[in-house]
């Protein structure tokens, strides 16, 4: 079954030069650039955390990775300068960025008495002294994101001659594609380059803006909001717990066929609808959401392919991601096979369409750029191929690239997919998922997996269950 990761638990210390402001490293425009009407809806003003662990290579023995990665921000930022801006609200709540130059926050680290050995096999959220690997900035609500830095990094050096970077962004400005473009070209920097980059940024925020007359062409429950007493029960909304788990798991090939096994029919589901299937329905059963309470399943959709006329052009680094909403109850979420979840979902990613994305946009201005749902709402993004774990500054691919954490802001229900090699399990290749519940859910939520592999049908009962202690 999905094996739960036990991180090491490892106290080092950090010591940090002082925060300092990296610019542009030649002058930019100084202009406000709109950010898009998908850009701005109140879901997206949140900061989201990366981590990439990278270890020591011979080639790059004598070079200084915070050296290296100052120099190369700043060459980079030259073309990504908007980066070096602070967000503005103007009427409607619609926010612009001001291209003033200021730059983004850098801190320089030193962890002395550690290596990346250290760390351990299981490198997977959430990870040990977390706090120390990137700048204590308190998380903020909407208005604090206002006039603030857009990113803050941090590298950290280790004492095996590998480091740490550590990277917090604002989500209004890009999602993970925009982050993993900018730190590509970040990396060619740091590899030499300083005029041209392999693919240039593009803003063409415009493409994802409301037209008028606006047109809600399309029904959006993923931004319904139930206002009834229920939404504050204690087995529905995740964020008033105060005793929160956190764990990973892992799924490697064979849970991933034993899941596609589960689903007999002329229908195939891919390896991303399935998974969230089984995701949302352990989560719902474990959560024992009363059964006539509706629940939603949000799957984070990249957007960008489906955009014609005219097209988003490579080299567009906002958000282009939509939230499009499969909606149930829980009674039958929890009572029927996994197939009829995965199926939701999947009609669901089958509304996507450029008119659905305009549509989104419409409602946005029409009803003030809403938050998506959160009540009973779980939301996944698969960032397996993003490239959070291929992007290379001359010290190699990563060991670990990925999110930091699961949730999104103040809302705990966001996983991830992430590539993930799992050592402890042979080297093998699969994916991992951050999950954030309350402590006694967390149990019940396991134990759902582990019931729904144990009662795989007979095609897939090569699949081992596997299950390893976790103390997180």
Same mark, same amino acid.
């Given at each position: 079954?999905?094996?739960?990761?036990?991180?090491?638990?490892?106290?080092?210390?950090?010591?940090?030069?002082?925060?300092?402001?990296?610019?542009?490293?030649?002058?930019?425009?100084?202009?406000?650039?709109?950010?898009?009407?998908?850009?701005?809806?109140?879901?997206?003003?949140?900061?989201?955390?990366?981590?990439?662990?990278?270890?020591?290579?011979?080639?790059?023995?004598?070079?200084?990775?915070?050296?290296?990665?100052?120099?190369?921000?700043?060459?980079?930022?030259?073309?990504?300068?908007?980066?070096?801006?602070?967000?503005?609200?103007?009427?409607?709540?619609?926010?612009?960025?001001?291209?003033?130059?200021?730059?983004?926050?850098?801190?320089?680290?030193?962890?002395?008495? +550690?290596?990346?050995? =250290?760390?351990?096999?299981?490198?997977?959220?959430?990870?040990?002294?977390?706090?120390?690997?990137?700048?204590?900035?308190?998380?903020?609500?909407?208005?604090?994101?206002?006039?603030?830095?857009?990113?803050?990094? =941090?590298?950290?050096?280790?004492?095996?001659?590998?480091? +740490?970077?550590?990277?917090?962004?604002?989500?209004?400005?890009?999602?993970?594609?925009?982050?993993?473009?900018?730190?590509?070209?970040?990396?060619?920097?740091?590899?030499?380059?300083?005029?041209?980059?392999?693919?240039?940024?593009?803003?063409? &925020?415009?493409?994802?803006?409301?037209?008028?007359?606006?047109?809600?062409?399309?029904?959006?429950?993923?931004?319904? =909001?139930?206002?009834?007493?229920?939404?504050?029960?204690?087995?529905?909304?995740?964020?008033?717990?105060?005793?929160?788990?956190?764990?990973?798991?892992?799924?490697?090939?064979?849970?991933?066929?034993?899941?596609?096994?589960? +689903?007999?029919?002329?229908?195939?589901?891919?390896?991303?609808?399935?998974?969230?299937?089984?995701?949302?329905?352990?989560?719902?059963?474990?959560?024992?959401?009363?059964?006539?309470?509706?629940?939603?399943?949000?799957?984070?959709?990249?957007?960008?392919?489906?955009?014609?006329?005219?097209?988003?052009?490579?080299?567009?680094?906002?958000?282009?991601? +939509?939230?499009?909403?499969?909606?149930?109850? *829980?009674?039958?979420?929890?009572?029927?096979?996994?197939?009829?979840?995965?199926?939701?979902?999947?009609?669901?990613?089958?509304?996507?369409?450029?008119?659905?994305?305009?549509?989104?946009?419409?409602?946005?201005?029409?009803?003030?750029?809403?938050?998506?749902?959160?009540?009973?709402?779980?939301?996944?993004?698969?960032?397996?191929?993003?490239?959070?774990?291929?992007?290379?500054?001359?010290?190699?691919?990563?060991?670990?690239?990925?999110?930091?954490?699961?949730?999104?802001?103040?809302?705990?229900?966001?996983?991830?997919?992430?590539?993930?090699?799992?050592?402890?399990?042979?080297?093998?290749?699969?994916?991992?998922?951050?999950?954030?519940?309350?402590?006694?859910?967390?149990?019940?939520?396991?134990?759902?997996?582990?019931?729904?592999? &144990?009662? *795989?049908?007979?095609?897939?009962?090569?699949?081992?269950?596997?299950?390893?202690?976790?103390?997180?």
């Amino acid at each position: 079954m999905a094996i739960p990761i036990t991180a090491r638990s490892l106290a080092f210390k950090v010591v940090r030069h002082e925060p300092e402001l990296i610019p542009p490293a030649q002058p930019t425009p100084g202009e406000l650039k709109p950010l898009s009407d998908i850009d701005d809806q109140e879901g997206l003003r949140a900061e989201m955390d990366f981590v990439q662990f990278y270890g020591s290579s011979p080639s790059m023995k004598y070079k200084d990775p915070a050296k290296i990665m100052r120099e190369a921000i700043a060459k980079a930022l030259v073309f990504y300068y908007p980066f070096a801006g602070r967000l503005r609200e103007g009427p409607n709540r619609k926010l612009m960025v001001e291209c003033t130059g200021e730059g983004v926050v850098f801190v320089e680290a030193e962890a002395a008495d +550690v290596t990346l050995e =250290q760390f351990g096999d299981a490198l997977s959220p959430p990870f040990p002294c977390f706090n120390q690997l990137l700048i204590d900035v308190p998380r903020t609500g909407t208005a604090q994101l206002l006039n603030r830095p857009l990113l803050f990094i =941090q590298v950290t050096r280790l004492r095996c001659g590998g480091f +740490v970077l550590a990277t917090r962004m604002n989500h209004a400005m890009c999602d993970a594609a925009g982050l993993v473009q900018f730190m590509s070209s970040v990396a060619e920097m740091a590899g030499g380059g300083s005029h041209l980059l392999s693919i240039p940024p593009v803003w063409k &925020r415009e493409v994802l803006t409301a037209n008028y007359p606006l047109q809600i062409t399309h029904k959006h429950p993923e931004y319904d =909001q139930v206002l009834t007493d229920s939404n504050l029960s204690a087995n529905d909304d995740v964020d008033n717990h105060i005793h929160m788990a956190h764990k990973s798991f892992f799924f490697g090939p064979k849970e991933i066929s034993t899941l596609k096994n589960l +689903v007999h029919g002329p229908i195939t589901y891919s390896t991303y609808e399935m998974l969230t299937a089984c995701l949302w329905k352990c989560r719902t059963i474990a959560l024992q959401i009363a059964s006539t309470e509706e629940v939603s399943l949000l799957g984070i959709v990249n957007a960008r392919g489906k955009f014609k006329e005219p097209p988003l052009p490579s080299g567009f680094y906002g958000n282009g991601i +939509v939230f499009p909403a499969a909606v149930t109850t *829980a009674g039958k979420l929890s009572q029927s096979p996994l197939g009829y979840a995965a199926g939701l979902l999947k009609k669901a990613k089958e509304e996507m369409s450029q008119e659905y994305v305009l549509s989104v946009c419409a409602l946005m201005v029409s009803k003030g750029r809403p938050m998506f749902t959160t009540a009973r709402s779980f939301a996944v993004s698969d960032l397996r191929h993003v490239g959070v774990h291929e992007v290379d500054f001359g010290w190699g691919k990563p060991i670990y690239g990925g999110p930091a954490s699961a949730g999104l802001g103040d809302f705990s229900g966001v996983s991830t997919f992430t590539p993930y090699t799992y050592k402890k399990n042979g080297g093998e290749n699969g994916i991992v998922v951050p999950v954030l519940l309350p402590s006694d859910a967390m149990e019940r939520f396991a134990e759902e997996l582990r019931k729904m592999f &144990r009662e *795989a049908p007979a095609a897939s009962e090569n699949v081992a269950p596997k299950i390893t202690p976790s103390s997180l």
